[in-house]
């Protein structure tokens, strides 16, 4: 099912009561998430993520503008009619209740000829713990549950009444490291087969990018880019988006345009072909990690001194598939920023040497205007 | 002291078996020093709980102990037949009996109701939590003479209650000296009405610790009200129920002073004495000075008090289970 939303906005008063002005948490969301797809909505903490999530699941009402589910328009039917499935940060599972109940709560609820019989739910309640495999844990009680069956137990309890939607608050943060990947992989799994459209929440981007079909970047209630993530990755619409995508994150310098280079500190380091007819002007200059290319020496030896970018060599880190430069600049947006290069670990580079040299890729550069932040090239 | 001698049984291999007993004499000493540590209470409760209790137990079974000679005629179960004969005794268990079945499960729905009224309302939230809260700090005198003004009939006037009975062409009903429902209705309304505030505050408290997530978790799925209080509140809120059902059952059964606040020293001559009232007048009452049936009322309502309050405990338990 298609979600809609058409200026959708939400103000809070603000908590501190003699300051006025309210809160923007959603600013005119206007916007399609497309049928059975698995959306991410991405951004720093405050930036008004959950509350869209709850504005979706009818926990919140809008200050403004509508909400539609296909061609319904929902932005006055309270949660309880929306048919929405929600897993809540901290799962909000019922303690008193094992597995079993916990998951047929939802069916329980059923009114009219959309009420079921014991069987049936017993039926139903098993089919969502299948999808989530733990159907062998169909007794337990919540505390007996390590943190990614709760998740799990979660998820079925959403899904157990064939929601329109599927909402998930912050899915992974509650769990560790190499479980958040296997759940991550899950969720993805999950979507794929029962093609239930499906928003999540996170403020992780290597999760957002990892799992959706699209990603919301957001920030400060308004919407920054949405796009498929390799695209939101590669195009980035203005600096915070470069930003906030990538790890390790995106190197910003200060740099200007000048006579039909790029310059930073007082190198040419991209030439007419990649600046084209902009005019000169002062400018942030953004590098992914991966676009910083050592240039191979004379004799075949990495010798780290030559070409366009000259910078100042702090540590070598060995990750063993790759290698990370950790370097300097003067003209760092924030000076004293440890800087990263992503390099192959076919590489040797002498870690004594002052200075490291790099080419650019065109494409893994970006250029932002310094007043407006937007994207320039 | 003992750190020197734990160490040198590690001096060497060739002392043999000389080391070991000493790490178990260590061993004894430490929980020796524990012990030391726990007597200052032990002999506290030993003095206060332990040996009157033991006492208490000796008295009952001896005929006609006399406390200022130190004699008694005999041993046997003959202070517990008499109690168990006293027409006096008898209504002070049908009167605790009455008190503690209606007030119990009373007040404890009212608290219930009071506390979900009070955790709904957003204004003047601080307000009404205080106003409930009083009674629980005012005096007793204080408010047995509130509920004298408001029941007692006096050659002036007939008591606020029956004023208000009389608009609707009802009454007088003597609520202090008159017939027996009528005293026990004053009772357990008074005994409610004291017990309320420390019950709200508790299930206010429990209601406010249920976390909000569960209710949103519920909206989502559609549940009613009515089946989040059933199958939300409820059984969150269980184990403070369960605490003030039965803190409520052992405190009714105890029940006394508010008697007496009520209706004065002579409870049996008001026909609303209670077991404690009982014992209390079988040791310093007018026909006091019987400390062997006053030993073996006690004990009968200790029976009582330990029975409910096991059952209680077991009834909780399986719930809890399920």
């Not at chain 1, 598939?321 to 040797?348: K, L, P, Q």
């Not at chain 2, 969150?236 to 508010?258: E, H, N, Q, R």
């Amino acid at each position: 099912m298609k979600i809609r939303f058409e200026g959708l906005t939400k103000r809070f008063p603000n908590r501190d009561k003699r300051i006025k002005t309210e809160v923007v948490a959603v600013d005119h969301f206007t916007f399609e998430i497309p049928d059975g797809k698995l959306v991410g909505l991405l951004g720093p903490s405050g930036c008004g993520k959950s509350t869209a999530l709850n504005l979706i699941c009818g926990l919140e009402t809008p200050t403004e503008g509508r909400l539609f589910f296909d061609e319904d328009d929902v932005t006055d039917i309270p949660a309880e009619n929306r048919g929405v499935g929600m897993v809540f940060q901290s799962y909000a599972l019922y303690p008193h209740l094992n597995v079993k109940k916990n998951i047929m709560f939802p069916l329980q609820n059923l009114k009219g000829d959309k009420k079921m019989t014991k069987e049936q739910m017993e039926q139903k309640a098993l089919e969502a713990a299948r999808i989530v495999q733990i159907e062998e844990l169909m007794d337990r009680r919540p505390n007996e549950m390590s943190g990614g069956q709760q998740q799990r137990v979660a998820i079925a309890r959403a899904l157990v009444k064939m929601p329109r939607v599927l909402l998930l608050d912050e899915p992974l943060s509650n769990l560790d490291a190499r479980l958040r990947i296997q759940t991550r992989e899950e969720i993805k799994r999950i979507q794929n087969e029962t093609k239930i459209t499906t928003v999540f929440v996170t403020h992780d981007q290597e999760e957002a990018m990892s799992i959706s079909d699209i990603i919301v970047v957001m920030k400060d209630g308004a919407i920054h880019q949405i796009g498929k993530p390799q695209e939101v990755y590669d195009q980035p619409k203005n600096l915070f988006v470069a930003k906030f995508l990538g790890t390790p994150p995106i190197n910003v310098f200060n740099g200007k345009i000048e006579g039909g280079s790029l310059v930073i500190g007082n190198e040419k380091v991209l030439g007419k072909d990649f600046v084209k007819d902009t005019p000169n002007q002062e400018v942030f200059v953004g590098i992914r990690p991966e676009g910083l290319l050592l240039r191979e020496g004379k004799d075949g030896k990495q010798t780290g001194s030559e070409g366009a970018f000259t910078t100042e060599l702090l540590a070598i880190e060995v990750m063993g598939r790759d290698t990370s430069v950790v370097f300097s600049h003067t003209a760092s947006e924030i000076a004293g920023t440890r800087h990263r290069a992503i390099v192959s670990s076919d590489n040797a580079i002498d870690p004594e040497k002052k200075n490291v040299a790099f080419d650019l890729n065109p494409k893994k550069v970006f250029v932002f205007s310094k007043d407006t932040q937007e994207r320039l090239l | 002291m003992s750190e020197i001698t734990d160490k040198s049984s590690f001096s060497g291999p060739t002392s043999g078996n000389k080391p070991a007993s000493m790490a178990v004499f260590v061993k004894k000493l430490r929980s020796l020093k524990a012990w030391l540590y726990l007597l200052p209470a032990l002999l506290f409760l030993g003095i206060f709980m332990v040996y009157p209790l033991i006492d208490v137990l000796v008295y009952s079974f001896e005929e006609g102990y006399n406390s200022a000679s130190q004699t008694s005629f005999g041993t046997g179960w003959f202070n517990y037949a008499y109690v168990l004969h006293d027409p006096y005794f008898l209504q002070a268990v049908k009167n605790t009996f009455l008190i503690v079945i209606i007030t119990v499960p009373l007040s404890t729905l009212l608290a219930l109701l009071i506390s979900l009224a009070l955790n709904s309302i957003k204004k003047l939230k601080e307000v009404f939590q205080t106003i409930f809260f009083l009674p629980y700090v005012t005096n007793t005198l204080a408010v047995g003479l509130v509920f004298m003004i408001m029941f007692k009939k006096t050659p002036y006037t007939d008591g606020l209650i029956n004023m208000i009975l009389a608009i609707f062409k009802s009454g007088p009903v003597d609520f202090i000296d008159g017939p027996y429902w009528a005293k026990m209705f004053v009772m357990c309304f008074y005994t409610i009405w004291v017990v309320l505030p420390f019950k709200v505050l508790i299930l206010t408290s429990a209601l406010a610790s249920v976390d909000e997530v569960y209710y949103k978790a519920a909206r989502i799925d559609g549940t009613s009200r009515f089946r989040q209080f059933t199958h939300i509140t409820l059984p969150m809120i269980s184990p403070m129920i369960f605490y003030l059902v039965i803190t409520g059952f052992i405190g009714a059964f105890k029940a006394y002073s508010d008697e007496v606040a009520i209706f004065g020293t002579n409870l049996n001559s008001a026909g609303m004495n209670t077991i404690v009232g009982y014992v209390y007048d079988m040791l310093y009452g007018d026909a006091g000075g019987y400390p062997s049936y006053a030993a073996a009322a006690a004990l009968i309502l200790f029976a009582i008090v330990f029975t409910i309050t096991v059952v209680n405990l077991l009834i909780s338990k399986k719930t809890s289970i399920r």
